[in-house]
């Protein structure tokens, strides 16, 4: 419906479509790296930071609190902004995109991060923390989140969506294995402040990568889309990028499908974020393990992270997205019903095994559940993904906190792995309910 009015309404595009090179050019494309392949490559070094932007504020709890008094709550609320915005600000982003161009978003985008983070060294007061690191940099990485690399996908990519899916995934968790650990030992050597210094020079430094190789559309270069038969002219813009959100919201609502992908994602929110990422540290602790050995755990969780995730892409290119999803959380919810069993003072063979496990499975559900937003919603996908990313944020939040009264009421997390692996088995039936989409009109309105 917007494609047959894009032709008049931008004439930049018709011209980019004449201009396409003709049959003698197409001999050198063909060895050449398509374009496409730089494009995914700054977005995923863009990833990579965002992620790790949003995680650095845990390492600042203990330096604030004994340098201002605070209480880990407030600054806790802080992350919690941070966290938030993260998951909800990712729709309007990929509506943003759809009107200013990715380019522009996203460089502005790592500007609000820098300048959010450089604030945080003159802060005296607590509204400050919550200002800059919870708002500033929430809303600018949240700016960068799975919606942009659902966008950048779409438009760059006619074939591999998948495996390029589970790369730009697995750069949200490359993202904490490479700057955490620096950034950490920049925080026990010197000081917070100089830490806070290097995420916004960071965050600049990405700036002028994004403006010169992250183009919005190849049509801007005259090409295909990567495995693309025919040349795609650029879409015009669309107004009204807030009220776009909202409205492929309310039409994606009137479907099945929307509330079935939502609540997956919010279980795998609540099963990993909310749950691994927030509770197996003191979970472990309460067992006799030492805190440095459960973190280290953590990380290998992050390591096998990349590993299922790329190789979840794979599999979503060839299988049943739905099956594959119903696969995954099957098998996470018998992990966590074992979890309560392999818990110890030390580290044995067991539980070795669920870390590598569950961190091959910990996001292997975004390809799968990115491509069924793919087929039922098409060119609104990013930004219906969007919102069932902000599901996936908010099962987190809420797992995160009842975990934590769980473990008050009941002096251990032992329910808290039971209901969970419960949760799983739920969302793994809920996955093959998803019904495939006919070969008619998609399911949501324009």
């Known amino acids: 419906m917007t494609q047959t009015s894009q032709p008049a ?31 995914a490559a700054v977005t995923f070094v863009t990833i990579i930071g965002a992620a790790a932007f949003r995680s650095v504020p845990g390492l600042f709890i203990d330096p604030l609190h004994t340098e201002f008094g605070w209480s880990r709550g407030t600054i806790g609320a802080a992350v919690s902004v941070n966290l938030a915005l993260y998951g909800l600000t990712a729709p309007f982003a990929a509506a943003l995109m759809d009107r200013y161009g ?33 708002l500033l940099v929430g809303l600018g990485s949240g700016s960068m989140a799975l919606a942009f690399a659902a966008t950048v996908t779409n438009r760059w990519f006619t074939e591999r969506r998948g495996l390029v899916t589970g790369i730009l995934t697995a750069a949200s968790a490359s993202g904490q294995l490479i700057f955490l650990p620096v950034l950490s030992w920049i925080v026990a050597t010197y000081d917070w402040r100089p830490a806070a210094v290097t995420v916004a020079l960071a965050a600049l430094a990405v700036v002028p990568f994004v403006w010169l190789l992250l183009h919005d559309h190849p049509a801007d270069v005259g090409q295909k889309p990567y495995g693309a038969k025919e040349f795609v002219p650029k879409p015009a813009p669309v107004p009204g990028a807030a009220r776009r959100a909202l409205t492929v919201l309310f039409s994606a609502a009137r479907t099945g499908p929307f509330w079935l992908l939502a609540g997956t994602f919010a279980i795998c929110g609540a099963s990993t974020n909310g749950l691994i990422q927030t509770h197996f540290v003191p979970a472990s602790h309460d067992h006799g393990m030492p805190i440095t050995t459960a ?53 044995h063979p067991p539980m070795i095994f669920f870390i590598v496990f569950y961190g091959l499975d910990w996001v292997a559900t975004v390809p799968p559940t990115l491509a069924l937003c793919r087929e039922h919603y098409g060119d609104d996908s990013p930004i219906v993904f969007g919102w069932v990313l902000a599901s996936h944020q908010v099962g987190a939040a809420v797992v995160a906190f009842v975990g934590g009264v769980a473990r008050d009421a009941f002096g251990s997390y032992d329910v808290v792995w039971v209901a969970s692996g419960a949760l799983c088995a739920a969302a793994a039936l809920m996955a093959l309910v998803i019904r495939r989409r006919t070969d008619g009109a998609r399911v949501a309105a324009v």
């Open 295 to 347: 973190a280290s755990l953590l990380a290998v969780i992050g390591v096998f992270d990349v590993v299922g995730t790329v190789a979840s892409g794979w599999f979503t290119d060839r299988y049943d997205s739905r099956r594959l999803l119903a696969v995954y959380y099957a098998l996470r919810g018998v992990s966590l019903l074992f979890l309560p069993m392999l818990l110890a003072p030390g580290v």
């Open 9 to 39: 309404a931008q004439p930049g595009a018709r011209t980019a479509a004449v201009v396409e090179p003709p049959a003698s050019g197409r001999g050198p494309a063909r060895r050449r790296v398509h374009r496409a392949w730089f494009v």
């Open 102 to 134: 990715i380019r522009r978003v996203v460089a502005v985008a790592l500007t609000v991060i820098a300048l959010g983070s450089g604030l945080t060294v003159w802060m005296t007061a607590a509204w400050q923390l919550i200002l800059c690191w919870g």
